[in-house]
């Protein structure tokens, strides 16, 4: 404790309007408390090198993406904290938009031993909640198994940030993929899965993807003319519209304006997101049931016609016919699924699964994975801004995107989360979080090659090697972003390059980005796909054609993980649609 007391004085200190270090560093460590063992460990050793020499925050370069990781968990604790009372005053300014969903739910504590049912479908995220639905539909008696927990509207309008977010994350948010750049990869987990804590962008899949597919890994499936359809049928369940200009914000328009200086072609997203009244809190879940997350519309549809979903239940193993899962308390319980069993843990979470259960054989299963790295930029601009006063993502820069894969969206992150991207230690990096009102912020995703890898068993494990094209495309991104921040009237950008982190202008940034170290740089990625990839052809695809494990009788695979390649665009549209497609082939 005395170790980051140190580190947060040295980050922070008291004597240049920092926080109390001793009371900041409890906090901290009640944060910590809810990461995994390794993240606990890292972070303590952290603390005691850098509280004790804090100069070596800064230098070598070696150590400085240790010293940002802990740096970026302090600012968030310390910002979450401090702008704690306007999260809770803009969560509760209206009433929700909708009330919680009626959903035939149970724990697992209460859940008896043995069940029987048609199909079991393990996890109610994007692709579980249509598979249930589609099954249900069709007369089979469905249960849904939930590793999370069900969250309420209330707890999004009354929990302290920090909470929530530990809440609503696998190992409170600290998942990781390894690799140089490491890459940030947070997975939501509860009753909803990550579209709970999604941001509520929609895109239907690119034609030229689909065409791929179909052409190239043989997914008949995804043929244009019939995936449309089913395009088409999750638009509708999600009540998809364009981001109001009410409710877009101050950051969403500035995006809007810089890109039309230049020319480029921007517009408003499109959104699930009805009665959304841009409180900029959808990573923390969405204090007015506006966002139409799964738990919204497939889960509560799924529940009227039939299915059960049992939550805080980890699955152990499946077999054709044969769930067993863990409670809390570690007692375990069976589910006998006459039918068949339909996996839709996350493209991170399904190859272990299948693993653990016998079913790992196929040599490509975990490999394939793609994640959409993103890296973000921010502008500062002599007006306030208040990016947090407004639809979290709000608006798409696409003039980059067929070209270069490369897709940015103005993104901002909830009250006090986003001092994470400041740069400096000590009173520069004060002096930085007393103007963060100012600054507006971009991110951009690119669309990459399958580069990484889901290792594990028991946990998963992944790795990740950016690969030199998409770490170019990165690089150009920050200076696409960084052009149309300046050309939005920018004084100066953020580029998240630790080598040169702020630039005055194009000329400078276009210096900077020829100077950046790709494997230096802060990457975050939100969309893991493709780990067990569907195709035609056996050798290469671990998944059939019609979404069944090879391999296995009578298993099917129904999430992120069937995409064979990245979508180009945010997933949970595609996701949903494939696993649509795949559960309405499922006799
Ligand atoms: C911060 C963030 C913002 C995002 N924003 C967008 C966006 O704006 N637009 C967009 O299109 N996409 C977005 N995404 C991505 C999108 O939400 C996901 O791609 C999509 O939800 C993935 O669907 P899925 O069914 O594959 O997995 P998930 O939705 O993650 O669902 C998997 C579920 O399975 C459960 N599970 C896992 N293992 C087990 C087990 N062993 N037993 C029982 N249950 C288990 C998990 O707890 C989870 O609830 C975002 C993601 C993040 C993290
Ligand atoms: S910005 Fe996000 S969290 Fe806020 S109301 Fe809209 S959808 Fe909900």
Not at 234 to 257: H, I, K, S
Not at 291 to 320: D, M, T, W, Y
Not at 573 to 585: H, K, P
């Amino acid at each position: 404790m005395s170790a980051l007391a140190s580190f947060c004085e040295a980050l922070l200190p008291p004597e240049a309007g920092g926080p109390d270090p001793a009371v900041l560093a409890a906090e901290v460590e009640r944060f910590l408390a809810r990461q995994p063992a390794p993240i606990r460990l890292g972070a303590r050793v952290g603390a005691a090198l850098f509280g004790a020499r804090p100069a070596l925050m800064t230098r070598p370069e070696a150590l400085r993406p240790a010293a940002d990781a802990l740096k970026a968990v302090v600012l968030l604790v310390h910002g979450a904290d401090s702008m704690a009372g306007e999260v809770a005053e803009r969560a509760q300014l209206v009433p929700p938009a909708r009330p919680d969903a009626d959903l035939d739910l149970t724990r697992s504590s209460e859940w008896p031993s043995d069940v029987r049912c048609d199909f079991v479908v393990v996890g109610s995220g994007a692709g579980g909640a249509m598979a249930a639905r589609t099954l249900a539909r069709k007369g089979a008696s469905v249960v849904v198994v939930e590793e999370g927990r069900r969250h309420s509207v209330e707890e999004f309008r009354s929990g302290h940030p920090l909470e929530r977010f530990g809440a609503l994350y696998r190992d409170g948010g600290a998942t990781a993929a390894i690799g140089r750049p490491p890459v940030m990869l947070p997975i939501g987990m509860g009753v909803g899965g990550t579209t709970l804590v999604n941001s509520g962008t929609c895109y239907r899949t690119p034609e030229a993807v689909l065409l791929r597919w179909r052409d190239v890994a043989g997914l008949g499936l995804a043929d244009p003319d019939r995936f449309g359809g089913y395009l088409n049928e999750v638009w509708e369940t999600l009540q998809v519209a364009p981001v109001p200009q009410a409710v877009m914000g101050r950051n969403g328009q500035l995006a809007l304006q810089g890109a039309g200086a230049l020319g480029w072609r921007a517009r408003p997203l499109d959104r699930n997101a009805p009665g959304c009244g841009g409180c900029c809190q959808c990573a923390i879940g969405c204090p007015r049931n506006a966002k139409f997350g799964v738990h919204l519309n497939a889960l509560p549809q799924a529940c009227a016609a039939g299915a059960r979903i049992v939550c805080e239940a980890r699955v152990q193993r499946v077999s054709s016919n044969d769930v067993v899962a863990r409670r809390r308390d570690g007692s375990l319980f069976r589910l006998h699924a006459s039918s068949g069993v339909v996996v839709a843990a996350g493209a991170t979470e399904t190859p272990p699964l299948l693993r653990r259960s016998g079913l790992g054989g196929h040599p490509r299963l975990g490999c394939n994975l793609t994640l959409h790295p993103a890296v973000a930029v921010s502008g500062r601009f002599s007006e306030p801004v208040v990016a947090w006063r407004g639809v979290l993502q709000s608006t798409a820069i696409e003039q980059f995107h067929e070209r270069l894969g490369v897709l940015v969206e103005a993104t901002s992150t909830p009250p006090g989360m986003g001092s994470v991207v400041l740069p400096g230690v000590g009173a520069e990096l004060l002096e930085e979080m007393r103007h963060t009102d100012q600054l507006a912020t971009l991110g951009a995703m690119v669309a990459d090659l399958p580069a990484g890898r889901v290792h594990g068993k028991q946990r998963s494990l992944l790795s990740y090697s950016l690969t030199p094209r998409d770490a170019l495309r990165l690089v150009r991104a920050i200076e696409i972003m960084g052009q149309v921040l300046f050309a939005a009237g920018a004084t100066e950008v953020l580029t998240g390059l630790p080598t040169w982190p702020r630039v005055r202008d194009t000329r400078e940034l276009a210096e900077a980005v020829a100077a950046a170290d790709p494997k230096q740089m802060h990457v975050a990625a939100f969309h893991p796909v493709g780990s067990a990839a569907a195709g035609a052809d056996p050798e290469r695809f671990p998944v059939a054609e019609d979404g069944s494990l090879r391999g296995a009788d009578r298993v099917w695979v129904a999430d992120g993980s069937v995409l064979p390649t990245c979508p180009e665009v945010n997933p949970q549209v595609t996701i949903m649609a494939m696993s649509l497609a795949i559960a309405e082939g499922i006799r």
